[in-house]
Each structure stands twice: as C-alpha cells, then as structure tokens.
C-alpha cells in the first residue's frame, strides 16, 4: 500500500499531537497556528503561512499552512469538520498543484488529522508515468 508523503506526514501529526498536549482542545485556530509555528521552526521542516491560492485569477484564498511545498494544512478549531472543510481543501489542492492536504481540528477530544488527496493531480500524474 502506498501512503502519500508518509513521513512527512508523521512528522506533522506528532507536532499535531504535541500541540493539542500542551494547549488543550479550547484555544483559537490563530493560536494553534501560532503554536505549529514555533514547532516547524524547531523541527527544522519548511513552511509558508497564510500560504496564497489563487482561483479565477485571484489570490484571495489563503491556506493555513504549505509545508515544504508539498502539503497544505488547515487548522480548525471548532466541534466538527463539515463536508464545506474537505471541499475547501480539495479546491486548494486542485487549485496550487499539490497532492495532499490535512485538515486539523484541535477541538476533538481525540486529534485525528483528515487526509484529503488531490486525486486530479494523481491521475494526471499516473497518465505522465504511463506514457
């Protein structure tokens, strides 16, 4: 089975868990964002905040997170993920050319980062493998 940016992603999810450990489930997204910072700056991993998609033209959409250029990351810090969170994520996917998003909501009691892949990009992808 093949997982996509498998150690980078399990890299992030301990700083996830990290986070959620010392601040609990009941602070602002700008604060865990605040708190990822510092994490991604000690952990030596690359990354741009408030990270510009541009859709129509227009960079008027910002994803919380690019990390290394290769993952996006949205911070949430509400009860639940609704379905509008994973097809904001998808559009930003789709939209900046990268693979995988992770969608993050620190108000659940137990953190479980959602995957969201840009399945566009795969295919298109396998298509240029396959040539």
Known sequence: MFILEKD????????????????GRFCREKQYGDALVE?????GIEFRREYP???????????DFCIENR?????????????IDYYQMLRYLEASD???????NFCQPHLKPK???????????????SI
């Open 39 to 43: 994490k991604l700056k000690e952990a």
């Open 8 to 23: 980078l992603s399990y890299r992030l999810g301990g700083l996830f868990f990290e986070i959620q450990r010392q601040h």
């Open 53 to 63: 998609i541009e859709i129509a033209g227009i960079k008027s959409n910002f994803a």
């Open 71 to 83: 993952v996006l990351i949205e911070l949430k810090a509400r009860p639940f993920i609704e379905k």
């Open 98 to 104: 990268l693979p995988l998003g992770l969608i993050v």
């Open 115 to 129: 995957r969201v892949l840009n399945y566009k990009l795969l295919k298109r992808q396998e298509i240029h493998r």
